[in-house]
């Protein structure tokens, strides 16, 4: 995590990491103002914080309440060297604590993540730069940087270079974009199964998580995963670009093409062909507004279409980015070290989400690998058995459904909360795929993070919901059938191998998969961006590897967002008039209520904020308010209070605003008479703020102006620059100008 240090005032120091900012001084007798604590007292408070996290982890798992769990830090200096210091932790437990939990929460607290590193002893290595912004991060974990005897490292299955070159290479891509790359954190809970999480220190909504059976794969990985997002603009999904962007010579790729609706919002005939048309709109219901894309919102400039070639013949389709952003997300991208290696590892992930989702949605039982095969693979097997020895049941299952796909399954049972996790992973090789599987299923989790998994079911329905496939394509926490756990498996065992041999091995895997998908009568359609250094393919597959419903292009559409951004985003100086028209359109919507702001218009507003949490039932409740609308305020003031998760400062502010309404639509009562103790009950600070919301002197409590400008929303405003970096470079590459 890269933390930025600013000097103010005398000895203040301000501290920016993420969305926050951490203030701290020094003792008026170190000449400082004694205004905040000092650098060393955040320290021993984030160790006792960080002891007091991993407690209340573990007593979560086990409904164990903790409003009668104390815990408290004291440090004893030795008098003879201050440096040398030991940390005291006590804990205070109710006395019906068993003795098992007792001692479970003195290991958990062995846990702390500051405990272990200041036992272990971090290093520190200090250095002078010219620039600390364009200082990126171009080599991860030290290994060569050049291309001299790459054939003397680490070569795995799969990949087309040894795992030091490719990291080397695709490290130096990111830092040439201006990327500033850091490990946030790593995990190896069990032998041979690593993962990582990385993400853009000026940009942390910029991430990805890597797997892999080495430190080394797992980096791979991950920067592979960065690399094709930032190709594909995944970070960017749904986000509004800002309006210099939106109106620059392309948006999202110099060979992108625009076209107008046609006739009563017809679809252009310029996009799509006959096959996606029947596939994405079976009823003909799609219209050319449906797919106006979000990220620019230029109504005027038409439909912002992609150029993908057609596998079966190699003509060039035009398809909407807005409808590859409903449908798609994530599914069919990947980067590789030669085009190749990217078309076998983006189609191995179509077939392992669309064979899951048969598999899941049709509560197929899948047979068990044979012992005797998975001994062949002792690293994996290792890795189970560390699973199992933590108590977690863990069953390995062939997933090609009788030799067809090249997908595994590794299934993890909790028995102490009832879930299940269903991993899957695919590959040509039979090896690959099942070591894919068993590192998917811990990518990023600790053993306390197992228990968050739902049980088994056999309510049908509820297993074949289309939400149940988008949450298993998300994180798999979605539901898993009973029936899955069959012993008696609905398909044979088949020790299957799609994998090619020689020089030209992925060339083969690659001709192989697509052989699969010609087979079964899908047509396949191909991108392939090389823009960074790196050859990234996307690749559609309609009617195969949605992860949406195509009716969401109609009925779900991210670029509802056109109909309320830039009203929300001007709220503060709207009229009566236009508020009313905003608060009419909301209404119409019949949009979910508990639906986030920040969802709706594609805003990325600091979560810390009243901003961040604004949800469309609070825009309403302050635009009622507003609009002076009492008896409307009052009645959404109590759904506010009785469904919304909010800070503790916002619930207080609705509480005093629910008793003022009160007050004020009561003919018997006055509010001169209650005032007094109200202030009392809310302090007079946030009583002043709800007099003034109900009395129309104050608009919006909260919520701090902004505009299309987008002023003051620096977390979007770090999203939109680490756009600016590949969109300037997309435009060097094709001798076009960048927005200034």
């Known amino acids: 995590m890269e933390i930025k240090v600013n000097y103010l005032d005398n000895l203040r120091l301000e501290a920016k990491f993420d969305d926050f900012t951490v203030i701290s001084d020094q003792p008026i007798r170190y000449k400082g103002d004694g205004s905040a604590p000092g650098p060393f007292d955040y320290f021993l ?20 309440p903790t409003e009668n769990i104390r815990l408290s830090q004291n440090n004893i200096v030795d008098p003879e060297n201050r440096y040398k210091q030991i940390f005291k932790i006590q804990v205070e437990l109710p006395e019906d604590i068993s003795e098992k939990d007792r001692q479970g929460i003195l290991r958990s607290i062995d846990r702390c993540t500051v405990k272990k590193v200041v036992q272990e002893g971090p290093e520190f290595d200090v250095e002078v730069v010219e620039n600390i912004d364009e200082d990126a991060q171009a080599l991860l974990m030290g290994v060569p940087k050049g291309a001299e005897g790459a054939e003397q490292g680490t070569w795995i299955e799969g990949k087309d270079l040894p795992l030091e070159q490719t990291i080397a290479n695709m490290s130096a891509m990111l830092a040439e974009l201006g990327m500033k790359i850091e490990i946030a954190s790593w995990r190896n809970i069990v032998p041979h199964v690593w993962s990582l999480h990385i993400r853009d220190a000026a940009s942390p909504m910029c991430f990805t998580n890597g797997k892999g059976a080495t430190k080394e794969s797992a980096l791979c990985s991950a920067l592979g995963e960065f690399i094709e997002r930032l190709s594909c603009n995944f970070f960017y999904n749904d986000q509004f670009f800002g309006e210099a962007i939106a109106a620059s010579e392309f948006v999202h790729y110099p060979d992108e093409k625009w076209f107008p609706p046609g006739p009563g919002d017809e679809l252009p005939v310029e996009i799509l062909d006959d096959h996606c048309r029947a596939i994405y709109d079976p009823d003909g219901e799609l219209c050319g507004s449906h797919l106006i894309d979000t990220n620019s919102g230029r109504v005027d400039r038409g439909i912002v279409s992609l150029p993908f070639v057609r596998q079966s013949d190699g003509e060039t389709v035009y398809f909407p980015s807005n409808l590859i952003e409903n449908l798609y997300l994530s599914n069919g991208m990947s980067a590789g070290n030669t085009l190749a290696e990217a078309q076998v590892q983006c189609l191995s992930e179509i077939f392992e989400r669309a064979v899951k989702r048969q598999i899941l949605e049709e509560e197929i039982a899948l047979p068990d690998v044979p012992a005797e095969v998975l001994a062949r693979y002792p690293e994996i097997v290792e890795g189970i058995e560390a699973l199992e020895a933590q108590g977690f049941p863990v069953l390995v299952k062939d ?25 899957f992973g695919a590959h040509p090789s039979f090896h690959v795929a099942l070591e894919r599987s068993l590192t998917e299923l811990l990518q990023g989790r600790s053993f306390e993070g197992l228990n968050d998994f739902p049980p088994p079911t056999f309510n049908s329905q509820a297993v074949a919901e289309p939400n149940n496939f988008v949450e298993h394509f998300i994180d798999s926490s979605g539901l898993v059938s009973w ?48 823009d960074l250094g790196a050859p990234v393919c996307r690749i559609l597959v309609p009617g195969y590897s949605e992860v949406y419903p195509v009716e969401d292009l109609v009925w779900d559409n991210t670029n509802m967002a056109l109909d309320y951004r830039e009203a929300i985003l001007d709220l503060h100086r709207l009229d009566d008039e236009a508020l009313a028209g905003l608060l009419e359109r909301l209404e119409e919507s019949q949009l979910d209520e ?12 600091d979560e810390n904020t009243v901003w961040g949490q604004l949800t469309i039932l609070e825009l309403k409740l302050l635009i009622n308010l507003a609009l002076a609308q009492h008896e409307e305020a009052l009645e959404r003031v109590e759904m506010f209070l009785q469904f919304n998760d909010n800070t503790v400062e916002r619930n207080l502010f609705y509480r005093a605003v629910q008793a003022v309404l009160e007050i004020v639509l009561d003919d018997e009562l006055e509010l001169d008479d209650f005032r007094y103790n109200l202030g009392r009950m809310f302090g007079e600070a946030t009583l002043e703020a709800v007099i003034g919301s109900v009395q129309g002197t104050v608009r919006f409590h909260g919520l701090t102006p902004t505009s299309m400008a987008l002023e003051g929303l620096e977390k979007h405003q770090r999203l939109i620059e680490s756009y600016r970096k590949l969109h300037a470079a997309r435009a060097a590459r094709a001798g076009m100008r960048a927005p200034a």
């Not at 091995?505 to 079964?520: R, V």
């Open 399 to 423: 997933a090609s459904l009788g030799g067809q796909f090249p997908v595994m399954c590794v299934t993890l049972m909790n028995p102490r909360t009832g879930g299940v996790f269903a991993s």
């Open 45 to 64: 408070a984030s160790s006792a914080m960080c002891a007091a996290y991993f407690v209340k982890v573990y007593c979560n798992a086990r409904d164990i």
């Open 483 to 530: 029936r899955f756990f069959s012993s008696r498996a609905d398909v044979a065992f088949s020790e299957w191998d799609f994998s090619g041999s020689g020089s030209n091995s992925t060339a083969e895997e690659a001709a192989a998969l697509f052989g699969i998908l010609e087979e079964m009568g899908l047509e396949a359609y191909m991108a392939i961006h090389e």
């Open 594 to 605: 508990q639906m986030d702001i920040i969802t709706l218009i594609g805003i990325e507003f």
